[in-house]
């Protein structure tokens, strides 16, 4: 069993930058792809990206391409998303995701442990 939290939401204006966090329980969250995704009110939750378990590949939806990154700290046990020029259109609810796949995936259930979730809410 994996235990994730994710930390670094909150409120920001549109064109701002967060930061959040995922950090797990055991020591070697290395072993997994970890992935990140969001659920809006209302909406599927869809994914945003992923990374692979060396850290030295990623890949991310089309909306996130190019003001999102996702990078990982293995010797800290961690995994992070980067948000720039945030929109409000990136309001919602963000969860990580560790999955035992080998290979990078987009698919919701192909992940094996989630977090509980952080808000993110971008004002205009």
């Known amino acids: 069993q994996v235990q994730l939290v994710e930390s670094g939401g909150g409120l920001v204006q549109a064109g701002g930058s967060l930061r959040l966090d995922c950090t797990a329980s055991?020591?070697?969250?290395?072993?997994?792809?970890v992935g990140w995704f969001r659920q809006a009110p209302g909406k599927e939750r869809e994914f945003v990206g992923c990374?692979?378990?060396?850290?030295?590949?990623?890949y991310y939806a089309d909306y996130a391409k190019g003001r999102f990154t996702i990078s990982r700290d293995n010797a800290k046990n961690a995994v992070f998303l980067q948000m720039n020029s945030l929109e409000p259109e990136d309001t919602a609810v963000y969860y990580c995701?560790?999955?035992?796949?080998?290979?990078?995936?987009?698919?919701?259930?192909?992940?094996?442990?989630w977090g509980q979730g952080t808000q993110v809410t971008v004002s205009s």
């Open positions: 995701a560790c999955s035992t796949k080998v290979v990078l995936t987009t698919r919701t259930n192909e992940y094996d442990y």
């Open positions: 055991e020591r070697t969250l290395s072993n997994y792809v």
């Open positions: 990374i692979s378990r060396s850290g030295g590949n990623t």
